[in-house]
C-alpha cells in the first residue's frame, strides 16, 4: 500500500508468555473455546435456517451476528494456536495488515449490526402489531448491507492509515495479534493527522452506533414503563434482554480498549480485554441467545430428534 515503510518486512508476536508449560495450558483452552464457538455459532445458523418458527427479522440478524462471530474468532485464534507451540513467533508485513483489515471489517460490522438490531427491538416492542410490515424484507437486507458495507469501508481507511506509518524501529508486539494500540505504539513519526482518523473511526463505528442503541433503548424504556402489568412489562422486557446483554459485553470491551487516551494503555492489561472480546465474546454469543431464548431451546431438541 502507498506510503507504507517496508524496512519491517514481518513482526514477532510476543504472545501472553515464554513459559512452555504455560503456552501449553493457554493452548488448550484457547483450542476448547474456539471449538465452542465454531459448534455454537454454526448450530445456531443452522437452527435458524431450517426452523420455520425462527425465520423471523430477529433471527435473521441474529444468524448474521453468529456469521460474523465464526469468521472473527477464526481471525485470531489459530494464529494464537500456531504461536502457543511454536517457537517461530513471527507474522509476516502481509498477514499482518490482512489480519488487522479483516479483524476491523468483522469489529465495526457488528457494531452496526448490533445499532440494527436495537432499532428491530425498537420497531417490536413499539409497533407490535406491524411489525412484520415495518421490518420489511428490503429494510432488514438494506440494514445487513449496510452494516457488512460500512465495516468494509471504515477498516479499508483504517488499515491503509496505520499501515502507512512508519515502522523504523522495534518489530516485536507485545500482544497475541496485531492490534491497533501495539502497532502505534511500534510507529514512529506518528503526526495530527492520523490521530483525527483514530477519533473518526472511533465516532462513526463505536459513539454513534452506542448513542443510537442508547436512544433506541431509552424509548423502549418509556413503553415498557406504560404497560400496566408486571407480567407485561417483563414479557416485553425479555425480549430486549439477550440483546442488552450481548451490547454491553462488546461494546463495554472495545470502549475500554480504544476510547481511552493512549497515555493510560497498558499493553498487558489489555491483552485480557482484548482476549475476551476477539476470543471469548464469539462463543458467549450463542449461548446468550440460546440459553434465554425457548424458541431456540425448542427448535434444538426438535433438531436433536
Known amino acids: 500500500m502507498e506510503g507504507a515503510n517496508h524496512t519491517v518486512t514481518q513482526?514477532?508476536?510476543?504472545?501472553?508468555?515464554?513459559?512452555?508449560?504455560?503456552?501449553m495450558v493457554l493452548f488448550v483452552l484457547f483450542l476448547g473455546t474456539y471449538s465452542v464457538t465454531l459448534v455454537g455459532n454454526t448450530t445456531?445458523?443452522?437452527?435458524?435456517?431450517?426452523?420455520?418458527?425462527?425465520?423471523?427479522?430477529?433471527?435473521?440478524?441474529?444468524?448474521?451476528?453468529?456469521?460474523?462471530?465464526?469468521?472473527?474468532?477464526?481471525?485470531?485464534?489459530?494464529?494464537?494456536?500456531?504461536?502457543?507451540?511454536?517457537?517461530?513467533k513471527s507474522i509476516s508485513f502481509a498477514g499482518c495488515v490482512a489480519q488487522f483489515f479483516f479483524s476491523a471489517w468483522l469489529t465495526y460490522s457488528e457494531c452496526f449490526l448490533l445499532a440494527a438490531m436495537a432499532y428491530d427491538r425498537y420497531v417490536a416492542i413499539s409497533k407490535p402489531l406491524f411489525y412484520s410490515q415495518t421490518m420489511s424484507i428490503k429494510l432488514i437486507a438494506f440494514?445487513?448491507?449496510?452494516?457488512?458495507?460500512?465495516?468494509?469501508i471504515n477498516s479499508s481507511f483504517i488499515t491503509k492509515s496505520t499501515f502507512a506509518l512508519k515502522f523504523c524501529g522495534d518489530n516485536i508486539i507485545d500482544d497475541f495479534f496485531c492490534d491497533l494500540p501495539p502497532l502505534v505504539k511500534l510507529a514512529c513519526g506518528r503526526n495530527d493527522g492520523y490521530q483525527a482518523v483514530l477519533y473518526f473511526i472511533l465516532a462513526s463505528n463505536v459513539i454513534i452506533p452506542t448513542v443510537f442503541i442508547l436512544a433506541s433503548y431509552f424509548f423502549i424504556i418509556i413503553i415498557i414503563s406504560r404497560i400496566r402489568s408486571t407480567q407485561g412489562r417483563l414479557k416485553a422486557f425479555s425480549t430486549c434482554s439477550s440483546?442488552?446483554?450481548?451490547?454491553?459485553?462488546?461494546?463495554?470491551?472495545?470502549?475500554?480498549?480504544?476510547?481511552?487516551?493512549?497515555?493510560?494503555?497498558?499493553?498487558?492489561?489489555?491483552?485480557?480485554t482484548s482476549t475476551f472480546y476477539t476470543v471469548v465474546f464469539p462463543m458467549l454469543n450463542p449461548m446468550i441467545y440460546s440459553l434465554r431464548n425457548k424458541d431456540v431451546k425448542e427448535a434444538f431438541y426438535k433438531f436433536l430428534k
Open 11 to 23: 513482526f514477532i508476536l510476543v504472545g501472553f508468555t515464554t513459559d512452555p508449560v504455560v503456552q
Open 243 to 272: 440483546h442488552l446483554i450481548s451490547v454491553t459485553l462488546y461494546y463495554g470491551s472495545i470502549l475500554y480498549t480504544y476510547a481511552r487516551p493512549q497515555s493510560s494503555y497498558s499493553l498487558h492489561r489489555d491483552k485480557i
Open 44 to 88: 445456531l445458523m443452522v437452527l435458524i435456517c431450517k426452523e420455520s418458527r425462527l425465520q423471523t427479522p430477529m433471527y435473521f440478524f441474529i444468524g448474521n451476528l453468529s456469521f460474523l462471530d465464526l469468521w472473527y474468532s477464526s481471525v485470531y485464534t489459530p494464529k494464537i494456536l500456531v504461536t502457543c507451540i511454536s517457537e517461530d
Open 143 to 152: 440494514l445487513v448491507v449496510a452494516s457488512y458495507l460500512g465495516g468494509f
